[in-house]
Structures are given as C-alpha cells and as structure tokens.
C-alpha cells in the first residue's frame, strides 16, 4: 500500500509560479514512476508530468506539450517526494492537480496505469 499526499497549492496571478509537493510512503520510492495529471473544470482529467526510473539509475522527466517549458518534475528520494515546478502560469492552467504513482519504472502517460494516487490540490490561476 502507497499513501500519496500532495501540497502547495494555491491561488497565483498569471504569469507567477507555484511548486507542488507530492509525498509517498510505503513501498519503494525511487523504483516508481511518479505522475502529475490535473483537471480542469468541466474537462476530463489529462496528464502534465512524470519522472521514471532510467536503466542508468537516472530519472528521465517527460511532459505534456501543453507545459513544456514552462513545468519541471523533480524528486527527492531520501525524503520520497517529487514536486512540480510550475512557473509562467496561465489561468488556462487552473485545475486540480493530483499526484499519482505507478509501482513500475516505465514512461506512462494514461490514468488507468497508475496504482495509487493523492486527493489532489487546487491550483487557481487569474487572469
């Protein structure tokens, strides 16, 4: 069993930034691929980031294009927390961003390949 808890959410003017905070206990942190996905209201849930496990011991990060550039996913092993940094926001980026983890470490992209996940954090962004 993972219990996946997020934070850091909040209310920022466009063009701001905000870090998210997702931590994880149980299981074995640093083998798993662990998401960003948000929803918007009134829209389906979609995925934003992921940071995976790579044969070399590394961890490869990968986006959605509607964030690239603007996101960054890190973690933090010894504390078994990965964050988003989310920097020149937009009010398009307002959504409730949940925290998932998936107990493999692959590329994974879809909702339903992941094992556990976070009650989310409101993100508001105004205009």
């Known amino acids: 069993q993972v219990h996946v808890v997020e934070s850091g959410g909040g209310l920022v003017q466009a063009g701001g930034s905000l870090r998210l905070s997702c931590a994880a206990s149980?299981?074995?942190?640093?083998?798993?691929?662990m998401g960003w996905f948000r929803q918007a209201p009134g829209k389906e849930r979609e995925f934003v980031a992921a940071s995976r496990r790579s044969a070399f011991s590394t961890y490869n990060a990968d986006y959605a294009d509607s964030v690239k550039g603007r996101f960054t996913i890190s973690r933090d092993n010894a504390k078994n927390t990965v964050y988003l940094q989310m920097n020149s926001l937009k009010f398009e980026d307002t959504a409730v961003y949940y925290c998932?983890?998936?107990?493999?470490?692959?590329?994974?992209?879809?909702?339903?390949?992941?094992?556990?996940w976070g009650q989310g954090t409101q993100v508001t962004v105004s205009s």
């Open positions: 998932a983890a998936r107990l493999r470490s692959d590329y994974e992209s879809r909702e339903g390949l992941y094992d556990y």
């Open positions: 149980g299981g074995i942190f640093s083998a798993y691929t």
